[in-house]
């Protein structure tokens, strides 16, 4: 009997896609497009997006944010998961693949259900906080550039409200979160991950799911 989770061997993983992996044909498209890219690596991997959207649908998620919007096939899955008068507001600074996101999320019939904003997301999150949105949101994923990540959980910690999930993204930094001692972003991994272990005010799990996806409901 298995006392930790076993190493993923390319045959076991492929396994578990053919066996489980339901990926709408338009995420599957937008997948393929973006893989032909350098910064595919940006994307999350298909089995965690259906993960994603089996949590947003198990806590019966309405509204929800993301941070770090890349290709958009993260919201998808997502807003996928929503019912329809679901809301997902979306965070980037990137005109260029939030234009290839926009056009899958139309193809996908979701576009209503995403509310796309074009700038840091600090500021973003900072005004939905000004604007008295605190505890109204079910669902935030974390997935964007590591230095701010503090920033992130803190500003989504205020917005999500109590039972509702914050999910952080590549928590074991591509499997470097242990050797890579000098990289910022290792070292920026490592630190929350530490503050998130300390941190009484949600309960946590690390999932090791594509590099990591640490979960963390709020108190
Ligand atoms: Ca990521």
């Not at 509204?63 to 890349?70: A, C, D, S, W």
């Not at 290709?71 to 929503?82: F, I, K, P, R, T």
Request: net charge negative; hydrophobic share 45%.
């Amino acid at each position: 009997m298995a006392r930790r989770t076993i190493t993923l061997t390319d045959a076991l993983y492929d396994y578990i896609l053919d066996v489980s992996l339901r990926e709408p044909d338009a995420l599957r498209q937008l997948r393929e497009e973006t893989a032909r890219h350098a910064m595919a690596e940006c994307q999350i991997s298909p089995e965690q997006g259906q993960f994603m959207a089996l949590l947003v649908k198990l806590i019966g998620a309405r509204r929800t944010l993301e941070v770090g919007v890349f290709a958009g096939y993260s919201a998808a899955w997502v807003a996928l998961a929503l019912p329809d008068d679901g809301q997902l507001i979306a965070c980037d600074v990137n005109e260029e693949w939030t234009a290839i996101a926009r056009r899958y999320w139309k193809e996908a019939g979701i576009s209503d259900r995403i509310d796309l904003h074009l700038a840091p997301a600090v500021e973003t999150l900072a005004k939905l906080v000004q604007t008295g949105q605190e505890n109204s949101f079910d669902f935030a994923f974390i997935d964007a550039d590591k230095a701010n990540y503090d920033a992130y959980y803190e500003y989504c910690l205020k917005l999500v409200r109590p039972g509702g999930l914050i999910a952080l993204d590549n928590t074991l930094a591509q499997g470097r979160v242990l050797t890579d001692s000098t990289s910022k972003y290792a070292q920026a991994v490592r630190a929350l991950n530490e503050k998130l272990h300390a941190d009484t005010r949600a309960d946590i799990s690390l999932v090791p799911i594509a590099d990591g996806l640490t979960l963390a409901r709020k108190r």
